[in-house]
């Protein structure tokens, strides 16, 4: 006798006894599984030469268990751009800061307004200033001037350059 009809004997005679009566039950549709044994140890996939372990065992080297590998990271559409961004924005500031370490002080940017004069033998401070002052008084416009060239005092030199405001 298979194991589905001592099954469906047991069903039987257990229903007839219930009920005090030997009531014919309908047969059911029992499927047998497997034994428990053979869900108990996963096999993992291929080793390098072709061996397969358990999955549930780790590995060893030299006696020491090594951890399982890491899986991969997988990004999406969105992620990817939002990496292209990111090192777009990072290349943009390095290119920046390079440009502003390897940069002058400000050697090409100018005033608005202003305009150079090469000073030449007999000029003064005052007369250059005289003459650029406009209807400002010549005193400011020294002080502006001395700022602008960063001058310690009113002393110069023919063939010195100077910006005027």
Avoid: C, F
Avoid at 64 to 84: C, E, I, M, N, S
Avoid at 88 to 97: F, S
Avoid at 99 to 127: C, F, H, N, R, Y
């Amino acid at each position: 006798m298979d194991s589905g009809a001592a099954l469906r004997v047991r069903a039987e005679s257990s229903v007839g006894v219930a009920h005090g009566s030997a009531a014919r039950v309908p047969a059911r549709h029992l499927r047998v599984l497997p034994p428990p044994r053979a869900y108990a140890e996963p096999v993992a996939p291929a080793t390098r030469q072709g061996e397969s372990r358990p999955a549930g065992r780790a590995r060893t080297v030299a006696g020491r268990a090594v951890p399982p590998p890491v899986p991969t990271l997988r990004l999406t559409a969105r992620g990817r751009r939002v990496v292209a961004v990111a090192v777009l924005l990072l290349g943009l500031g390095v290119v920046a800061l390079v440009g502003a370490a390897l940069g002058e002080d400000g050697g090409g940017l100018e005033l608005m307004g202003t305009t150079k004069v090469i000073v030449e033998p007999g000029d003064t401070l005052w007369s250059i200033a005289g003459a650029a002052a406009g209807g400002r008084d010549v005193r400011d416009v020294i002080v502006d001037i001395r700022r602008l060239n960063e001058l310690g005092s009113a002393a110069i030199a023919p063939g010195q350059v100077l910006l005027l405001p």
